[in-house]
């Protein structure tokens, strides 16, 4: 799926935790990671994962209503936004 794989390649690192083993704010959305010592953002869709990637947050990405993230950690702003095609 193409939207999983871009945002798998926004990631510069990820995370081994677990979300639900992160420590809870105020905001459901956010929690904090007691190991590296940031906080995580709940992104549910592309467009608020983009712009937390944009933020160069450290991302929590749940496609769906599981509870589990599809991927989770330190983000990199991508270098490419568009596909480039190689003849």
């Known amino acids: 799926m193409k939207i999983d794989l871009d945002i798998k ?17 105020d905001n459901e959305s956010i929690r904090f990671c007691g190991s590296c010592e940031k906080q995580v953002f709940k992104a549910t869709d592309k467009e608020s994962f983009d712009k937390l990637v944009k933020g160069n947050k450290c991302v929590a990405y749940f496609p769906d209503e599981k509870n589990n993230p599809t991927y989770m950690g330190e983000t990199v702003f991508p270098m490419f936004t568009k596909a480039i095609k190689f003849d």
């Open 9 to 25: 390649n926004c990631f510069e690192y990820i995370c081994p935790e677990e979300w639900d083993n992160l420590e809870k704010s």
